[in-house]
């Protein structure tokens, strides 16, 4: 019989990938999220909330009764802790709920590096917020510019830079506004009951894109972000990022240094990081493979598949990577978007498909009568765009000007 897993949440592209390892699949998403034509890929299913523990805690164990997975996968936010609580119930390899947790709370990584102290993993001041009076301590306390945002969640929701006290009135009822949003899709998923304020790394904003296999963690690239001005969303991300090989050396001390701060011992990660006085310094990280269609982008520049690798390293299917091989070209990830409203018609995909430079255009399903939303995160955008070319800097013009081609005609929506 081939290998089972348990696949908690994500996408086809996940289901998928795992058949390709040669894997059967078990596959757990929230109801509203499970399509019919899932079911002829997956060998059973699991359809609840599996974000509420005391709910799903039963289910998986009778999934484990039924099915007889040896292993637990999730690629995706939700289902990162969920996978770990799991694996703890039933004694499975992989990061613990305890290890995973210290990835998707922010403010608990924190508390983690300033424990360990590695000198290859500078510390940032960071606190839990509590009131504006706390705010405005902050400030005091670690200087302007200082950065607030939900200790749990992801695609830059809720992120905010206050530059002045000037700026806590407003940043404070900003975040309590956040607290109260009821009508997004996404946020049913994550906890914004807690935020946290963090000193600000000022400069460009990068990820390691690394596995770890068994303790020994191989950075397999180096993603460069694009940030829209006057937003916290990164419209565009490139490999290989355009770094010295001294600042390269520097990421490829502090990321295994990080990992083994945070006791990973086996998976994917995606850490953002930006350069300060003493080096890259952490900005946040996800025990999983990062958005944006980063893997097509690894995979086309360095020749490594990190989905690949997710699904065949724990049943012993593949040599661990180390070194990364190195960059052949370059190739970027840009994101659609398109004014607020009910989408009319989405024309140029079949054009921008259709292009040798195209690696992949997912605009999520994205089609007519959906409504888009306001840029507050990365969640608000359609979806990605993602192009090869013989460098970086035309690696990023180039998947802009492709994005630019997709047209997405949008009508008001009467409120």
């Given at each position: 019989?081939?290998p089972?897993?348990?696949?908690i949440?994500?996408?086809?592209?996940?289901?998928?990938?795992?058949?390709?390892?040669?894997?059967?699949?078990?596959?757990?998403?929230?109801?509203?999220?499970?399509?019919?034509?899932?079911?002829?890929?997956?060998?059973g299913?699991?359809?609840?909330?599996?974000?509420?523990?005391?709910?799903?805690?039963?289910?998986?164990?009778?999934?484990?009764?039924?099915?007889?997975?040896?292993?637990?996968?999730?690629?995706?936010?939700?289902?990162?802790?969920?996978?770990?609580?799991?694996?703890?119930?039933?004694?499975?390899?992989?990061?613990?709920?305890?290890?995973?947790?210290r990835?998707?709370?922010?403010?608990?990584?924190?508390?983690?590096?300033?424990?360990v102290?590695d000198?290859?993993?500078?510390?940032?001041?960071?606190?839990?917020?509590?009131?504006?009076?706390?705010?405005?301590?902050?400030?005091?306390?670690?200087?302007y510019?200082?950065?607030?945002?939900p200790?749990?969640?992801?695609?830059?929701?809720?992120?905010?830079?206050?530059?002045?006290?000037?700026?806590?009135?407003?940043?404070?009822?900003?975040v309590?506004?956040?607290?109260?949003?009821?009508g997004?899709p996404?946020?049913?998923q994550?906890?914004?009951d807690e935020?946290?304020?963090e000193?600000y790394?000022?400069?460009?904003?990068?990820?390691?894109?690394?596995?770890?296999?068994?303790?020994?963690?191989?950075?397999?690239?180096?993603?460069?972000?694009v940030?829209?001005p006057?937003?916290?969303?990164?419209?565009?991300?490139?490999?290989?990022?355009?770094l010295?090989?001294?600042?390269?050396?520097?990421v490829?001390?502090?990321?295994?240094?990080?990992?083994?701060?945070?006791?990973?011992?086996?998976?994917?990660?995606?850490?953002?990081?930006k350069?300060?006085?003493?080096?890259?310094?952490?900005?946040?990280?996800?025990?999983?493979?990062?958005?944006?269609?980063?893997?097509?982008?690894?995979?086309?520049?360095?020749?490594?598949?990190?989905?690949?690798?997710?699904?065949?390293?724990?049943?012993?299917?593949?040599?661990?990577?180390?070194?990364?091989?190195?960059?052949?070209?370059?190739?970027?990830?840009?994101?659609?978007?398109?004014?607020?409203?009910?989408?009319?018609?989405?024309?140029?995909?079949?054009?921008?498909?259709?292009d040798?430079?195209?690696l992949?255009?997912?605009?999520?399903?994205?089609?007519?009568?959906?409504?888009?939303?306001?840029?507050?995160?990365?969640?608000?955008?359609?979806?990605?765009?993602?192009?090869?070319?013989?460098?970086?800097?035309?690696?990023?013009?180039?998947?802009?000007?492709?994005v630019?081609?997709?047209?997405?005609?949008?009508?008001?929506?009467?409120?």
């Amino acid at each position: 019989m081939a290998p089972r897993i348990l696949l908690i949440g994500g996408n086809p592209k996940h289901f998928h990938a795992a058949k390709a390892a040669g894997l059967e699949v078990v596959y757990v998403q929230f109801p509203a999220e499970f399509k019919p034509e899932y079911g002829s890929q997956v060998v059973g299913a699991v359809l609840a909330d599996y974000t509420d523990w005391e709910t799903f805690r039963p289910l998986a164990e009778a999934a484990h009764r039924a099915w007889g997975f040896t292993e637990v996968v999730s690629l995706t936010e939700p289902g990162l802790d969920p996978a770990g609580r799991v694996r703890d119930l039933l004694g499975l390899g992989g990061p613990s709920y305890e290890v995973s947790h210290r990835f998707t709370d922010k403010y608990v990584m924190r508390r983690r590096l300033a424990e360990v102290a590695d000198p290859d993993v500078p510390v940032i001041g960071a606190e839990v917020m509590t009131d504006s009076a706390g705010l405005t301590a902050f400030g005091a306390c670690y200087g302007y510019p200082f950065i607030v945002k939900p200790g749990a969640g992801t695609a830059s929701f809720g992120v905010h830079r206050v530059d002045s006290a000037a700026d806590v009135p407003a940043v404070y009822e900003a975040v309590s506004n956040e607290r109260d949003v009821s009508g997004h899709p996404f946020l049913g998923q994550y906890d914004l009951d807690e935020y946290i304020m963090e000193e600000y790394v000022d400069g460009t904003l990068y990820s390691a894109e690394a596995f770890s296999f068994a303790g020994r963690h191989t950075v397999l690239a180096i993603t460069e972000a694009v940030t829209l001005p006057g937003t916290v969303v990164h419209a565009g991300h490139a490999v290989p990022a355009r770094l010295s090989a001294a600042e390269v050396a520097a990421v490829e001390r502090m990321i295994p240094a990080f990992l083994d701060a945070l006791g990973y011992p086996d998976g994917p990660s995606h850490t953002e990081f930006k350069f300060g006085p003493r080096g890259p310094v952490v900005i946040e990280s996800q025990n999983r493979i990062g958005g944006a269609l980063i893997n097509e982008l690894v995979h086309e520049v360095h020749g490594v598949d990190m989905h690949e690798l997710t699904m065949k390293w724990p049943h012993g299917l593949v040599e661990p990577v180390s070194p990364a091989p190195p960059a052949e070209g370059a190739a970027a990830s840009w994101l659609a978007v398109a004014q607020p409203g009910e989408i009319v018609e989405i024309a140029g995909v079949e054009e921008v498909t259709s292009d040798p430079a195209t690696l992949a255009v997912d605009l999520g399903g994205a089609a007519a009568g959906d409504v888009v939303r306001s840029l507050d995160g990365s969640w608000d955008g359609l979806g990605h765009v993602a192009v090869r070319a013989p460098d970086t800097t035309a690696a990023i013009e180039y998947s802009r000007a492709r994005v630019a081609d997709i047209k997405v005609h949008t009508r008001e929506v009467a409120d």
